[in-house]
C-alpha cells in the first residue's frame, strides 16, 4: 500500500488545517490507521489512530478536544482535522498503516510498516 499525506501548511495560533492522508494499492480498512508528528529535534511520537476493527479513535493527551480524525472508506481516504492549534503542534506530520488484520495495538509505530511521506505544520504564535 502507498500513503500520500497533504494538506499541512502555516497557520497562526487558534488557527485549523485539515490534513488528508490517501491510499493506493489496497483497501485501508482492514489497517489500524494512525497519524505521527515529529517536530524538530524530537522524535516522532503518536498522535491518534483508529483500529481496523472500529470503535473510537485513540488520542495522544496533547491534542484531545482539538483534533478530529476520521476515515473514509468508500475513498480510501483518512483525515485529521486540527482546531485551536498551538505552536506545539509544529511539526511534519505522517499517516501509517498498519498490515491487515494487525493483532498488535495502534499506539506503537512498529505496528505500521507503511508511511506516507509527510506533511508540514507550522503553528506561529
Known amino acids: 500500500v502507498q500513503l500520500q499525506a497533504f494538506g499541512g501548511g502555516s497557520v497562526q495560533a487558534g488557527g485549523s488545517l485539515r490534513l488528508s492522508c490517501a491510499a493506493s494499492?489496497?483497501?485501508?480498512?482492514?489497517?489500524?490507521m494512525g497519524w505521527f508528528r515529529q517536530a524538530p529535534g524530537k522524535e516522532r511520537e503518536f498522535v491518534v489512530a483508529?483500529?481496523?476493527?472500529?470503535?473510537?479513535?485513540y488520542y495522544t493527551d496533547s491534542v484531545k478536544g482539538r483534533f478530529t480524525f476520521s476515515r473514509d472508506n468508500s475513498k480510501n481516504m483518512v483525515y485529521l482535522q486540527m482546531n485551536s492549534l498551538k505552536p506545539e503542534d509544529t511539526a511534519v506530520y505522517y499517516c501509517?498503516?498498519?498490515?491487515?488484520?494487525?493483532?498488535?495495538?495502534?499506539?506503537?509505530?512498529?505496528?505500521?510498516?507503511?508511511w506516507g511521506q509527510g506533511t508540514q505544520v507550522t503553528v506561529s504564535s
Open positions: 494499492g489496497r483497501t485501508l480498512s482492514s489497517s489500524h
Open positions: 483508529i483500529s481496523w476493527s472500529g470503535g473510537s479513535p
Open positions: 501509517a498503516a498498519s498490515h491487515p488484520y494487525w493483532r498488535g495495538g495502534v499506539y506503537s509505530q512498529g505496528g505500521y510498516p507503511y
